[in-house]
């Protein structure tokens, strides 16, 4: 309704008389003499967290939190001085895991000057190691991973559980009278080096060198390149050296159970087209890939166990009474609460393409961070929470696509020997210092701990080892 006559309503008498025009109506509750109102103040845009400092390492969750609702695909500028666009919707993540406008090549990189050769695993291009499953496109990644893909069959997995556990309470029988142990250095660490390492058939007179090499890389992370770097030319000498002697001694009959080199250069030497750079690079990214995964499985795993008292008294009950669903279910929560790779390693726009409604131009490096992908609410209910019997949990840790991770059921068999192991051997596990004490490694692609400090009541380790 209006406040002027309609044609329909009496005109008063008054109206029929000239009359001097009214003056302007002041505004509803605006005195005529007031000054115009200053402009609402708007809200400022939050400012992004810090990231990739030290705090940030400690615990990366509030941080990724505030990127998912405020800029689920953010560029940011990397350490190494990069510029990449990082994803951290679980939705956008898995769908751009599995794009094939992604490019896993290098050569796909738009870079700077300034980022030459500080994407990848640092050394990899001077050792000629770059043709390996993490840096290749199919076909060759076709190609390359039908070949590995051999040694982890589940078949061959579980062939390979006696070796695991037994390499489990080796290193547990090392500590077991001590009362006390780091359990990164200890245990987390060594674990996996000599798995792989039996896998790949490296001799066990040289697997204190690739310990030692393996340790070098993980020191460095997050410092200089240059360490690491050292570490991966020292690593390609010996695995060339070993080709070839592994190559002279090979029978003309391949053996059950051959080991993965040989497997390699069986191929390479029988129509497969495997150069020896390949082998190698194969060889070096399994151990590369195969080792810190699980030991940051292993220590943070057995870190959030330690930290949710609850939920680790709930699984030492079921493996006391010979159960096995909720550890395997429990280690898949682990490496969705706080799993051993921070991001995805890298990709490379090939065409101009939009991610979460975010234009990436073509040469754009691309971070998919699993981390934040797996604590999305979109996704998990109550995602915060640590919870071992958690059953919709298809979590991004291991990648998806084509470059899902090809150890995964490795990684598996070790992460449940050894949670299982540690808490039945050392029932009251304890950590050693305050959880706010502890230091994480801040690198780019993995997250783990420095050191972890346990005690526990001395066990005499000459007794036979529970079974788990």
């Given amino acids: 309704m209006t406040d002027q006559p309609t044609p329909d309503q009496p005109t008063p008498a008054s109206a029929s008389a000239p009359a001097a025009p009214a003056p302007p109506t002041p505004e509803p509750d605006t005195p005529a003499s007031a000054t115009p109102a200053p402009p609402e103040p708007t809200t400022p845009t939050p400012s992004p967290p810090a990231l990739f400092t ?7 969750y509030p941080a990724y939190a505030w990127l998912r609702e405020h800029a689920p695909v953010h560029r940011t500028t990397l350490p190494s001085g990069v510029e990449a666009w990082l994803v951290t919707r679980y939705a956008d993540a898995k769908q751009t895991l599995a794009d094939n406008r992604l490019s896993k090549n290098p050569a796909h990189h738009d870079e700077p000057a ?44 579980a062939e390979f559980a006696p070796r695991v556990q037994q390499l489990t309470d080796q290193f547990i029988d090392r500590f077991a009278e001590k009362g006390s142990a780091d359990l990164i250095h200890e245990f987390a660490f060594p674990l996996p080096i000599h798995a792989i390492c039996d896998l790949l058939g490296v001799p066990r007179e040289d ?19 240059g360490g690491v770097a050292r570490s991966v030319k020292k690593m390609r000498g010996y695995l060339a050296d070993l080709i070839h002697r592994k190559r002279a001694a090979l029978p003309d009959t391949p053996a059950p159970g051959e080991d993965l080199i040989s497997g390699l250069i069986r191929a390479s030497d029988h129509g497969e087209h495997l150069t020896e750079n390949e082998a190698a690079a194969m060889a070096f990214i399994l151990l590369f890939a195969g080792f810190e995964t699980t030991v940051n499985l292993i220590g943070n795993g057995t870190f959030a166990l330690l930290t ?49 409604g975010q234009d990436i131009a073509a040469g754009d490096p691309v971070l998919v961070v699993l981390a934040a992908a797996d604590r999305d609410p979109a996704r998990f209910t109550e995602p915060d929470t640590l919870d071992l019997s958690r059953r919709d949990n298809q979590h991004l ?28 051997r050392l029932p009251d596990l304890r950590l050693a210092e305050e959880p706010g004490e502890l230091r994480w490694r801040g690198g780019l692609i993995m997250r783990g701990l420095r050191t972890l400090p346990v005690e526990f009541t001395p066990v005499d380790a000459s007794r036979p080892a529970a079974q788990t």
Wanted: net charge positive.
């Fill in 54 to 60: 030290w705090e940030f390492a400690t615990n990366p």
């Fill in 308 to 356: 949710h008292p609850e939920q680790r008294a709930r699984l030492q009950s079921s493996l006391a009474a010979g159960e096995r669903g909720l550890l395997e279910t429990g280690v898949e929560e682990l490496l969705r609460y706080d799993g051993p790779v921070e991001l995805a390693t890298w990709r490379f726009a090939t065409e101009p393409l939009t991610i979460g």
């Fill in 114 to 157: 300034h980022a030459k050769g500080k994407t990848g695993i640092p050394g990899e291009r001077k050792a000629e190691l770059m043709t390996h499953l993490l840096n290749i496109d199919p076909p060759d990644h076709t190609r390359l991973r039908r070949l590995v893909s051999k040694a982890f069959t589940p078949r061959r997995v």
């Fill in 397 to 424: 840790g291991y990648g998806h696509g084509i470059h899902y991770c090809l150890g995964a059921p490795l990684a598996r068999l070790e992460g449940q020997t050894a949670l299982a192991t540690l808490l039945t």
């Fill in 207 to 225: 697997q204190d060198d690739f310990r030692d090499w393996a340790g070098m890389m993980i020191r460095h992370q997050g410092g200089p390149r």
